[in-house]
């Protein structure tokens, strides 16, 4: 009925809502352990708004439609107080995305990066074993706490491996760039992760990191976390915490796009602050990120 990209409600991709496809889109609206600039509990409608305009044909790389493979499952219901409260809704939000649809693949939109931590509980129940992760961050959100409290969105990552959410062996954290004191920042290569500059990065092609994952974490599950901010802002400005000398979004697609013969088992955004974003770059960008994993899984 609606032929234009502008036209009719936004879900994500055009999505209908409820419906069991082998994707879904799922809104994480959280963001009150933002440490600078709040704003990333809109996200998700913005990546709604932004994806209308993937929506008149294919994938030019993988020549699939994502727009036919995806489901818009809508926001959970997270009250902005109460971190743990968040994250239990978020652990009970996905794990029941997952009883009705088995076997889909999910994809979330934060909210900040400490939603991903309820996301990983759930994945991890739900795999029955710990698993890879790759990060893609300006930040290395291994510190040990956030001002004062024990879980926020610069400990998601400590919090994860702690927890037995994750393998610290199987986890790369790539496009750090942040100010961090050195003990902080070498925490994961301490547990055994590895993680790699944004100048690394940038350098870095995408065989060269699909034989990074393919050497450390083989045919095992894999979640895939992407905070916005690990984009220079240049090509991301809507965000709580820009760092300049970020990658671009040429690279993150290249790099994103070279792991698509791994198990990905779902894939995050976060940290996409729509107040800060006016001309909708950073929703778009956040958007067609995932148009891309649906695309070359699909």
């Known amino acids: 009925m609606f032929g234009l990209p502008y036209q009719g409600i936004a ?3 055009k999505a209908p809502q409820d419906s069991a496809r082998p994707f879904a889109f799922l809104g994480l609206p959280y963001d009150c352990s933002v440490t600078f600039r709040p704003g990333a509990r ?3 409608n913005a990546l709604r708004r932004a994806s209308m305009m993937l929506t008149d044909g294919r994938h030019p790389e993988f020549e699939t439609d994502p727009c036919e493979l995806v489901s818009d499952l809508g926001d959970l219901d997270i009250m902005q107080v109460g971190q743990h409260d968040a994250l239990r809704r978020i652990e009970t939000g996905v794990m029941a995305a997952y009883e009705q649809a088995p076997n889909q693949t999910l994809l979330c939109a934060g909210g900040d990066h400490m939603t991903t931590l309820g996301v990983l509980r759930a994945q991890r129940r739900l795999q029955g074993q710990p698993l890879s992760l790759i990060h893609f961050d300006a930040h290395c959100d291994t510190w040990a706490s956030h001002f004062g409290d024990d879980i926020g969105h610069g400990t998601f990552l400590r919090n994860a491996i702690d927890e037995g959410l994750v393998a610290p ?7 750090l760039r942040s100010p961090v004191e050195p003990a902080t920042r070498d925490w994961l290569a301490e547990q055994g992760g590895q993680w790699l500059s944004s100048r690394d990065l940038m350098r870095l092609d995408g065989e060269a990191l699909a034989q990074k994952v ?5 045919e095992s599950p894999i979640y895939i976390t992407f905070d916005i901010d690990v984009l220079d802002p240049a090509h991301a400005p809507g965000t709580g915490t820009p760092e300049i000398g970020g990658i671009t979004t040429m690279k ?5 796009e070279a792991l698509r013969g791994f198990n990905l088992i779902g894939m995050d955004v976060v940290e996409v ?4 974003d006016p ?3 950073t929703s778009l960008a956040a ?12």
């Open 279 to 281: 001309q909708e770059i």
């Open 273 to 276: 602050s729509p107040p800060y």
């Open 169 to 175: 062996e199987r986890t790369l954290s790539l496009g």
């Open 287 to 298: 958007a067609t990120l995932l148009w891309t994993f649906i695309a070359m899984r699909g």
């Open 252 to 256: 993150a697609l290249e790099l994103l």
């Open 214 to 218: 393919r050497d450390r974490m083989g």
């Open 42 to 44: 809109m996200a998700p």
């Open 11 to 13: 879900t994500f991709l």
